[in-house]
């Protein structure tokens, strides 16, 4: 399934480094999420857009930056980063009330904090 | 609020066992109802859905039956594979909260030859 791509698939940065994340959907889909994913902790909804607007922001440090330019591209800019943000970042997708509530995951991109 | 509670893995099993992994959620309307499978070094999939009370979402011999008098969805294989080692995800979806997905923890799935 290559509906949800994510580059890169591994990043290790310093903690004063800049840099993006980027998440592509191939799917049609008006809908684009990113999760952070942690060793022991439950799935973290991050951000949500809704036709390239943010709609949800589950008071995520402004270290995190997210990005929606149009319905099929989503980046999440990273700068100064502290090491427990190292995980596992995902995006997913969807199309509202047409796909009942499903929605579509990348394969993520594993994130180490130095 | 919306809740999903699973049991707690691991679940170690031999290879042709039956599977079940317990799911029960509390929600305020009436929710669409998901497992979703991680592999290792892999995003989520989803492995099945069901929309309403007494739906069965089926997918690869994984089934689960959305049961609204007791809130629950549980999965059940009934011979599982070293392949389908994985972690487990169930997750709830209202209408009403724009499509959010609360999932649950997690459950660990070992399959030993």
């Known amino acids: 399934e290559t509906g949800v791509t994510q580059t890169p698939r591994h990043l290790v940065m310093g903690m004063t480094n800049k840099k993006s994340l980027k998440c592509e959907q191939h799917?049609?889909?008006?809908?684009m999420y990113w999760y952070k994913q942690s060793a022991k902790k439950p799935l973290e909804l991050m951000f949500v857009y809704s036709l390239e607007e943010r709609v949800e922001n589950n008071s995520v440090p402004s270290r995190f930056s997210p990005e929606c330019p149009n319905s099929s591209h989503l980046f999440l800019h990273l700068h100064t980063l502290q090491p427990e943000d190292s995980a596992l970042y995902l995006c997913?997708?969807?199309?509202?009330?047409?796909?009942?509530?499903?929605?579509?995951f990348g394969p993520g991109t594993r994130l180490t904090v130095l | 609020g919306n809740s999903v509670t699973q049991m707690e893995g691991p679940v170690t099993l031999s290879e042709e066992a039956f599977l079940t992994i317990n799911c029960t959620y509390t929600a305020t309307g009436y929710p669409s109802l998901f497992w979703y499978v991680q592999y290792p070094g892999e995003g989520l999939q989803l492995l099945l859905k069901?929309?309403?009370?007494?739906d069965k979402g089926s997918n690869k011999g994984f089934e689960a039956t959305y049961r609204k008098e007791t809130t629950s969805f549980h999965l059940e294989k009934g011979s599982v594979q070293v392949s389908d080692s994985a972690v487990y995800f169930c997750?709830?979806?209202?209408?009403?909260?724009?499509?959010?997905?609360?999932f649950g923890g997690g459950t660990r799935l070992m399959v030993k030859p």
């Open positions: 069901a929309t309403k009370a007494d």
């Open positions: 997750a709830l979806s209202e209408n009403n909260a724009g499509n959010m997905l609360t």
């Open positions: 799917l049609g889909h008006n809908a």
């Open positions: 997913a997708s969807s199309q509202g009330e047409t796909s009942g509530g499903a929605q579509y």
